[in-house]
Structures are given as structure tokens and as C-alpha cells.
């Protein structure tokens, strides 16, 4: 191994340290459990974010029970008691019929169930260096539930966008943390053409239940694709605009990233910055965990999950020799649009040692994943680094 390549090897592991352990979260604070989420990892308890072990993301679909948790404000007493007495969905704004729509209401349009992948802008966040301010997410911030609900594009249609619409924004019940009426923790949405698309839903159930609590009951949407801070929860507005939406953490650094590479550390104006759109290609180890003692002997069996936010993953490879040689895996087809697809592999080891290896997606236009932490930004979204996990071969 020649000198210049084992200083790029030290600066990767430095770069990708926090995806090597992929299982730990250096920098989390475990607290008390939250009812029926009791194997996650409590990022923050004011507002509640939690993250998911990677183990416990192997199923095809994610339960209730171990989908992360990504709140901006307090969950609604609505949503505890599951009382809808007065719920209205209004839509608004930029239409020729607005409407005001109950539960039943919304079931009586053409119902959908799809699989989606739903996951936070920031999920990697704890590996970016310098660090970057939020919660620190490793990998555990995303999940693919299957929700049932109706086309957001049915209920505009029915509305009647009009030729001005732009954006659509949503307004949930949380309350702020501040408790003041008038402060709103967030209000985001989506472009006209990604509300638009046959996959964006509002949905009731997720895993053929009412949504729980801590995922938007009685209502929330399902921008898949997008950043899960573009999926609002406990949903009573949609204003459909005539211009991009500013409500609050639209603008600043909020779920935005530099139009151009910066250096890291740098201090971005806020008129460099640009909006999150679709998520980039990624994927993960469910098997094994890392730290695994194995046997020369025997191939190692792998699989995990892959997806991207504007299409299918086309292929997906392993390595053992820091990216020396690839050995493709089988991939899965996506049980619809926007679904994450499964992957296995098996792998030989040459000889005795340690070894790391490293999983890497590449999607329907030919982009893979990095081999290090990507483009860093102020606040530590899109980190699509290759996960890691470290073997000892005898």
C-alpha cells in the first residue's frame, strides 16, 4: 500500500467515523421511553425525536413501533384522545372552490395504499465536521410504513387549482413549544408539480391503523421523496400559493443547503442557500450489525435496504477491500414508487483480520453513493455517505 493511500484511508475513516458505528449514537442523551417506541433512541424529549436502531429497520416495512420520531412542536391533545369532534381539513388559497373536508369526506375520494419511504433532511447529521447544529442523527431518521390515504392531486383537482398556483403549503395543529397560540413550530410544503404527483398522499392509516400519535393523527401528508419536514402532520390547512411558501423553517438554513460547494465551516449568507428537494441516493446494513465475529470459513451473508427521493436504485455493490473491488448484490424491485428496495449479498474474506465492508447504492441516473461525507452544510442535511460496518475474520 503506497503512502498516498494510506493517508486517504485515514482521512476517510476520520470523514465517515460517525457511519462506521452505525449502531451507536455518540452524541445522543437516552431518556425515558416513549410509550410504544420503547426500542428507540431519544434524541430530544421538548420536542420529541427519536431514531431508530438500524437492527430494527430489517423489515420490509417499518412498524408504528419502530419508525422514527421527527417533531418540531408538542403533539396536539387531539391526537392522544383521537377525538374528532370539530377536525376540519381546509383547503385554500389559490383555488376556484375552497373547500372544507371531514374524515369521511376525505375516504369517499379514491383510496390509495402504498409503501413510502419517509426520512429526515438531517438523518446522517452526526457525521458532518466540522459539526453541524440539530439533532444528531447517525442513520436511524428514515423508514418505509405503508400508509392509506387519498391523492393530495384528487383534492386539489376537486378544489380547482388555478394556473397561478406555485407552492402548498400546510398548517398542522402542534402546538408551539413556546405554548403561545400564535407561534407556529412549522409550516412547510411542496411545489405544485410534487403535489401533483400520484404518489403525494394524505393519509389516515399507517400499517392499515389509525395514524398514531406521534406520526400526524388524524392527518398528515406524504410527500415522499421529499424530506420528511415536507410530510406535515396533524394536518387542518392546505393554502395552495401563488409563490413559494415562507412560513417558518421555509426560510434561513432551515431544510435548505449552498447552491455551490463551500468550504467546510464556512459562514453561508442565507441568499446562497437553497431549498431541499428530492433526497439523494442511500442505502443500509440491517445484517449484520457491526463488530461481527466471523468465520474465514464461511461467506457472510449481508442485506439492508436501499432507495432515492426521484426514483428507482438501479444497482447495489459491497466491498471488503476499501473500495478495491465491488461484488454486486441482488436488488430488489420497489413494491411501488418510492418504496425502499431490499438488497442481499454473500461475501468471502481472503484471509484473517479486520476488515470493513462497505455497502453502495447507485440510482436510476447512474449517481452513487460517496465514499466519504458529502458536501457539508450548515446544518448537516444529505449526508449519503456509504455505511461501514467492521468484521474480525478468524
Known sequence: MTHHRRRFLRAVGSASAGLLLADKVPFAQERAAIEGKEGLIVLNDRPVNAETPIALLDDS??????????NNG??????????????????????????????????????????????????????????????????????????????????????GVQPSAVYVAYFGEDPHLSADANDVPISRGVPIEKALNDWTLLAWEMNGEPLPAQHGF?????????????????????????????????????????????????????????????????????????????????????????WCGDGPVSAMHVSCD?????????????????????????????????YEVWARATDHAGRQQPMIIPGWNPRGYLNNAMQRISVRVS
Open 61 to 70: 416495512v417499518t412498524s408504528n413501533a419502530t419508525h422514527f420520531i421527527r
Open 74 to 159: 408538542l403533539v396536539p391533545e387531539r391526537a392522544k384522545t383521537r377525538d374528532l369532534a370539530g377536525w376540519r381539513l381546509a383547503v385554500d388559497g389559490s383555488v376556484r372552490k375552497p373547500l372544507k373536508l371531514n374524515l369521511d369526506t376525505l375516504k369517499r375520494y379514491p383510496n390509495k395504499t402504498a409503501q413510502l419511504v419517509i426520512e429526515c433532511g438531517g438523518n446522517g447529521r452526526a457525521g458532518f465536521r466540522p459539526p453541524a447544529r440539530g439533532n444528531q442523527w447517525t442513520l436511524g431518521a428514515v423508514g418505509c410504513a405503508e400508509y392509506t390515504g387519498v391523492r393530495l392531486k384528487d383534492v386539489l383537482e376537486d378544489a
Open 218 to 306: 388524524p392527518l398528515r401528508l406524504v410527500a415522499p421523496g421529499f424530506p420528511a419536514s415536507a410530510c406535515g402532520k396533524w394536518l387542518t390547512r392546505l393554502w395552495v400559493r401563488d409563490q413559494v411558501h415562507d412560513g417558518p423553517k421555509m426560510g434561513g438554513f432551515s431544510y435548505r443547503v449552498p447552491r455551490n460547494p463551500v468550504e467546510p465551516g464556512t459562514d453561508v449568507p442565507e441568499a446562497d442557500m437553497e431549498i431541499i428537494e428530492a433526497m439523494p441516493v442511500k442505502s443500509i446494513i440491517t445484517r449484520p450489525a457491526t463488530g461481527l465475529a466471523h468465520a474465514q470459513a464461511q461467506p457472510l451473508s449481508l442485506r439492508g435496504h436501499a
Open 322 to 354: 476499501f473500495g478495491a473491488t465491488w461484488i454486486e448484490a441482488a436488488l430488489d424491485a420497489p413494491a411501488n414508487p418510492f418504496a425502499w428496495q431490499r438488497w442481499n449479498a454473500s461475501i468471502r474474506f481472503p484471509t484473517p483480520g479486520h
